[in-house]
């Protein structure tokens, strides 16, 4: 039997998960050679691409870390750690033990916390930190977006739009629309939702990417009549988007957060990788020779 797994907001204690350097001390492989060490919290696509490009360099090791709510992730290049640090505090720790040499915050858009935990902890550090974030949305000609600030507004909103919703703001806003009886919800997931959830309530496990067609089907089959999603960017999802434009479809759309005040941000691994051979220079004049096109 699985563990129960941790309410929102609770510190998970981190484990070990699959990947190359997984169950190996850190600090020893320093010691042992290993060179400039790079932490990337991760958990998206981008944090993918960028431990797959930072894994091979020569003199490199990157650590990915996740979040733990995926109970079953895929393997990384790399090391990887999953669960919670502990706060601010605990990640500064991790930093200092672990011998960071560069910290990227590739979370989620939607990671306010952690990112703001990651800003205060390489402050605290003095560690190099880079926010690598993908593009947000951009409407087009046919839209018909209406922008909210978070789910509970755009949940308060829903009453002036059909009664059958496709919700793509993710498990963890479902509690903000607990409360309305008036709409059958539609909610795409990786894994079961839990409590509180919608009354009227359709699950659909899934996982991205999805095809134009695919999505088209979707809103047509479900007769939806508005879609509630957050500004998540990238091309993964984009899809409904389209289809909703094509359908004439109002869409509730959750801005995202801004990244923490002061913070180099990147919107691709290529960006990333000739941000980290700015900043890692500085810090470590041994490592001259690490650039953006180092392989």
């Known amino acids: 039997m699985r563990p129960p797994r941790p309410e929102a907001g609770q510190h998970t204690p981190a484990r070990e998960a699959p990947g190359r350097d997984a169950g190996r001390d850190a600090p020893a492989q320093r010691a042992s050679g290993r060179g400039l060490h790079v932490l990337v919290l991760g958990g998206t696509t981008e944090a993918r ?39 601010p505090g605990g990640l500064a720790e991790w930093l200092r033990a672990h011998e960071v040499d560069a910290l990227v915050d590739a979370t989620h858009p939607f990671a306010g916390t952690m990112s703001g935990h990651a800003a205060s902890a390489a402050a605290r550090t003095g560690t190099p930190l880079l926010v690598l974030r993908r593009p947000g949305w951009r409407e087009q000609p046919g839209d018909r977006w209406e922008w909210v600030d978070s789910a509970e507004e755009a949940a308060r909103r829903l009453s002036a739009y059909g009664p059958r919703a496709l919700l793509t703001t993710g498990r963890g806003s479902l509690a903000a629309f607990a409360a309305i009886d008036t709409h059958h919800f539609l909610v795409r997931a990786v894994e079961e939702p839990r409590p509180p959830t919608p009354r009227h309530l359709e699950v659909l496990l899934d996982r ?15 007769r939806v009549d508005v879609l509630v999603t957050k500004d998540s960017g990238g091309t993964a999802t984009a899809a409904k988007l389209t289809a909703a434009r094509e359908r004439g479809l109002p869409v509730l759309i959750v801005r995202r957060p801004a ?37």
């Open 208 to 222: 991205g990417p999805y095809t134009l067609e695919a999505e088209r089907a979707l809103l047509r089959e479900h």
């Open 49 to 87: 691409a960028l431990a797959a490009a930072l894994d091979p360099r020569p003199g490199t090791r990157v650590t990915t870390s996740l979040a733990g709510r995926v109970t079953a992730p895929a393997a990384l290049p790399g090391a990887v750690r999953v669960g919670g640090f502990g706060g």
């Open 259 to 295: 990244p923490p005040a002061g913070v180099p941000v990147t919107h691709d691994v290529p960006q990333t990788l000739e941000q980290l051979a700015r900043i890692i220079r500085p810090t470590r004049p041994a490592a001259g020779e690490w650039t953006a096109g180092s392989t």
